[in-house]
């Protein structure tokens, strides 16, 4: 069994900044790519950030200079998306991934 949790959404105002936090455990040998995805109401979900074991990092256009996704120092196993300026367009339920395996999402809501 693997477990992937995320944690840290909630609501801001345009322009502000949120962590997310997302952690793997239970059965997982090793890690090749932990990745973030956001699905907004009635559009499809949509790879954000990925993170590969050896930290090479790539990210969507829409976020790119805005998003940071990262390791933890010392667990390989969570990753965060740092988000800044954040519009209403950032609107959305965001996902990690685990190589295949998925969380339950958090919610992330910017809006006045």
């Known amino acids: 069994q693997v477990q992937v949790a995320e944690s840290g959404g909630g609501l801001v105002q345009p322009g502000g900044s949120l962590t997310l936090s997302c952690t793997a455990s239970?059965?997982?040998?090793?890690?090749?790519?932990m990745r973030w995805y956001r699905q907004a109401p009635g559009k499809q979900r949509e790879l954000v950030a990925s993170?590969?074991?050896?930290?090479?990092?790539?990210y969507t256009n829409s976020v790119k200079g805005r998003f940071k996704i990262s390791r933890d120092n010392f667990q390989r196993n969570t990753v965060y998306l740092l988000m800044n300026d954040l519009s209403p367009e950032d609107t959305a339920v965001y996902y990690c991934q685990a190589n295949t395996h998925w969380g339950q999402g958090t919610n992330v809501t910017v809006s006045a």
């Open positions: 239970g059965s997982i040998y090793r890690i090749q790519i």
């Open positions: 993170i590969t074991g050896d930290s090479i990092m790539d």
